[in-house]
């Protein structure tokens, strides 16, 4: 039974800075993408961040772009998401995700992912 566990999540404020964990465990992630996913009430979970097997690449909202870094441990089986810089608007819930599908579309789409944690808070103010 493959399982993602979130933590890291929090209270900042703006400007502040946060770094997520995503434990899998029951699979082997290093031949899996992996992504960031977030949340707030009343709208679609929109991707934040992917990194692909290996950690070869990595792919970014523009909305996070120079400000969080997304990184891979296979030994470790964690992903992690670095936030620096944040601001009100990345308040949300954030979900680790793996297991993309399909082969249209940008890997940054919720719905091509099949695997998702529980979540973890992020509440930054202003």
């Known amino acids: 039974q493959v399982q993602l566990v979130e933590s890291g999540g929090g209270s900042v404020q703006a400007g502040g800075s946060l770094r997520l964990s995503c434990v899998a465990s029951g699979y082997t992630d290093i031949r899996k993408y992996m992504g960031w996913f977030r949340q707030v009430p009343g709208k679609e979970r929109e991707g934040v961040a992917v990194?692909?097997?290996?950690?070869?690449?990595?792919y970014y909202a523009d909305s996070v772009k120079g400000r969080f870094t997304i990184s891979r441990e296979g030994a470790k089986n964690t992903l992690y998401l670095q936030m620096t810089s944040l601001t009100p608007e990345d308040t949300a819930m954030y979900y680790c995700a793996t297991d993309l599908h399909g082969s249209g579309g940008s890997v940054l789409r919720a719905d091509r992912w099949n695997l998702w944690g529980q979540g973890t808070r992020v509440t930054v103010s202003s």
């Open positions: 990194v692909s097997p290996f950690g070869v690449d990595t």
